[in-house]
T-cell receptor, first 116, second 112 residues
Framework: GAVVSQHPSRVICKSGTSVKIECRSLDFQATTMFWYRQFPKKSLMLMAT?????????EQGVEKDKFLINHASLTLSTLTVTSAHPEDSSFYIC????????????FGEGSRLTVL | AQSVTQLGSHVSVSEGALVLLRCNYSSSVPPYLFWYVQYPNQGLQLLLK??????LVKGINGFEAEFKKSETSFHLTKPSAHMSDAAEYFC??????????FGQGTRLTINP
């Protein structure tokens, strides 16, 4: 089946630094990818919709300058958490839609960010 | 606005017992509904989905769900729980063209 891969799966960084998380669709092209944030014991909150070749669409309340999203190719979207702070610590999950197939959404394994 | 409500943040059943996870939705248009499972520190895996057609949907790992329009429900069931079913389960629907709206999640615990 279709696979979406996230890297890194875990990252620890110091406060004030920037962290980049990659989301790749391994065997299909994805014109649209989605970035979610999940707090401990909570549901997934959609942060933004990443569109290949254009600007991402952010959900209300999500700081676009804080969470930079780039979707430079049909198989890769990146989320950069800029000037990270401890409150940015969370589990970030991406998903990608197989536009060429059934349109089903596939999820990455998630990336756990810890900001010290 | 469309929404999903999962009744019970935590469900505990004995191994071999029936699993029932409840999901109700609110939607002004015919919904596409999904159940996902999440194991600790992992992403989400699709269990099953309802789009159109047969209202009883069978998924992986012996799970099934029934779409009941009159009750606006899409409850997830499994006849006999296995220890490996312990996980977090999310009900979701598609909003607009492609956004998934998730319920709050239900943590399923299996007692030996």
């Amino acid at each position: 089946g279709a696979v979406v891969s996230q890297h890194p799966s875990r990252v620890i960084c110091k406060s004030g630094t920037s962290v980049k998380i990659e989301c790749r669709s391994l065997d299909f092209q994805a014109t649209t990818m989605f970035w979610y944030r999940q707090f401990p014991k909570k549901s997934l909150m959609l942060m933004a919709t990443s569109n290949e070749g254009s600007k991402a669409t952010y959900e209300q309340g999500v700081e676009k300058d804080k969470f930079l999203i780039n979707h430079a190719s049909l198989t890769l979207s990146t989320l950069t958490v800029t000037s990270a702070h401890p409150e940015d610590s969370s589990f970030y999950i991406c998903s990608a839609r197989n536009a060429g197939g059934t349109g089903e959404l596939f999820f990455g394994e998630g990336s756990r960010l810890t900001v010290l | 606005a469309q929404s999903v409500t999962q009744l019970g943040s935590h469900v505990s059943v004995s191994e071999g017992a029936l699993v029932l996870l409840r999901c109700n939705y609110s939607s002004s248009v015919p919904p596409y509904l999904f159940w996902y499972v999440q194991y600790p520190n992992q992403g989400l895996q699709l269990l099953l989905k309802y789009t159109t057609g047969a209202t009883l949907v069978k998924g992986i790992n012996g799970f099934e769900a029934e779409f009941k329009k009159s009750e606006t429900s899409f409850h997830l069931t499994k006849p006999s729980a296995h220890m490996s079913d312990a996980a977090e389960y999310f009900c979701a629907l598609i909003q607009g063209a492609q956004k998934l709206v998730f319920g709050q999640g239900t943590r399923l615990t299996i007692n030996p």
